[in-house]
């Protein structure tokens, strides 16, 4: 039986360098990790990191890539997650939700990656540690999200699309708790507030793969390793999504932190983005059960309660407003040294992780249950019939 913490701490024992508590340690194999090559990885430095947030699903993985190129790493979290998850990395502890940020005063650091600001009040979390921080840190690495744009309807959509604010988030009045977009844009702007031109602010759209215990993305790869026949949503070549795997994102962050790489950048991937086709069909590569697919309207399922994002997830067809979501140009990103994996190793990294959780984790938390699924691809055969 393995956790999602016991998985990522055994992949990380997989990939070498770092030296891990006393259950990964039993994994211990010495390897390379394969990753490419860019220009930033060529010319790296090696640095002092203080990552806040080093547990949970995207923290190790940066710990882990961080550790192996050699640089010195410091976490701060509250240690409920994964306390000790990593020997030989300097575990700070505090509680942002508090205020009590005191273990990070008197220290100097090359740069900050901030993961854990990402509740209502997140504004306020980064407003005091970037303030904590912006005379003891060179950069202040913000992680926010696809969410805080107001409008993407620019095709391609560019970081540069409108954000939201007090004024323009819908359904959303002075004194209720911040919803999660507005929450991170206005985090983000505290960033810069404290590191002006230092700050790098890094927009993932959904993260998937090894860790990811929300099952969004996981329950693609799961379905169609089931095989019979798949409900695929929607337009196939129209519809487009535009994910990030974990690894991909964790790595270029920490090299956007060796080059000293500062600015605002999309995180998702990959360069032209894929078809709601190429994304199901690319993963039915990486398995082998008997399949066909129906691929059926968004109207139809709107009708039927299969809702983009939760029971068909992953799924976003364009709507008004928001037409550039899975169409963004990362040409800026990709010179910045964001690199893609391939989607079979995303699909099959994350069957990996999931077939190794406990049974009760293996329940997936998103997605269409297999009996409404059923249901609905009854219905629309019944309908095309007449
Ligand atoms: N998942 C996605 O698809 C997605 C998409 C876009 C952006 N993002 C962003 O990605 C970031 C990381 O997400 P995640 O899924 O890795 O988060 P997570 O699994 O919830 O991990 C949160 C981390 O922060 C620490 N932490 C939580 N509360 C804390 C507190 N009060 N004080 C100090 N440390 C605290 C946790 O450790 P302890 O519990 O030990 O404190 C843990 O290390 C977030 O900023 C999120 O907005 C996620």
């Known amino acids: 039986m393995t956790t999602r913490r016991d998985f990522l701490v055994s992949s990380a024992a997989v990939g070498g360098a770092l030296a891990l508590g006393a259950r990964g340690a039993a994994h211990a194999q010495p390897g390379p990790v394969a990753t490419f090559p860019t220009t930033a990885q060529q010319q790296r430095r090696k640095i002092k990191l203080l990552i806040l947030g080093g547990t949970g699903f995207i923290g190790p993985h940066m710990v882990r890539y961080a550790v192996e190129r050699g640089h010195e790493v410091t976490i701060f979290n509250r240690g409920r997650s994964a306390p000790g998850m990593f020997k030989g990395v300097e575990e700070l502890t505090g509680d942002r939700a508090a205020n009590q940020i005191d273990s990070l005063k008197g220290r100097r650091w090359d740069a900050v990656i901030d993961n854990s600001a990402s509740r209502a009040d997140a504004p306020d979390w980064v407003r005091n540690s970037a303030g904590l921080l912006k005379d003891a840190s060179d950069q202040y690495l913000f992680i926010s999200t696809r969410s805080v744009f107001s409008d993407l309807s620019m095709v391609p959509a560019s970081v540069n699309a409108p954000l939201l604010n007090k004024q323009n988030t819908p359904n959303w009045k002075e004194g209720q708790p911040y919803p999660y977009g507005l929450a991170k844009a206005l985090a983000e702007a505290e960033a810069k507030a404290a590191f002006g031109n230092r700050t790098t602010i890094v927009r993932p759209g959904l993260i998937v793969g090894p860790g990811d215990d929300t099952d969004r993305f996981t329950y693609w790869p799961v379905r169609i390793e089931r095989g019979g026949e798949i409900l695929a949503p929607g337009d196939p070549n129209n519809d487009r999504v535009q994910v990030i795997d974990v690894r991909d994102l964790c790595e270029w962050s920490v090299r956007l932190c060796e080059a ?10 990959p360069l032209n983005g894929r078809s709601m086709a190429e994304f199901l069909y690319g993963i039915a590569a990486v398995t082998s059960a008997p399949l066909s697919w129906t691929w059926v309207p968004r109207e139809f399922l709107a009708q039927h309660n299969m809702r983009p994002y939760q029971e068909m997830p992953v799924w976003r067809p364009p709507t ?12 800026r990103e990709v010179a910045a040294g964001l690199t893609f994996r391939t989607l079979a190793d995303t699909a099959s990294a994350t069957l990996a992780f999931h077939h190794a959780r406990p049974a009760a984790q293996q329940v997936l938390k998103a997605g269409a249950k297999a009996e409404q699924e059923a249901a609905v691809l009854k219905a629309w055969k019944e309908r095309a019939r007449g």
């Not at 000293?260 to 991937?269: L, R, W």
């Not at 008004?320 to 040409?331: H, I, M, T």
């Open 260 to 269: 000293k790489t500062y600015g605002t950048f999309m995180g998702v991937g």
């Open 320 to 331: 008004p407003g928001f037409e550039g979501f899975a169409r963004f140009d990362l040409s």
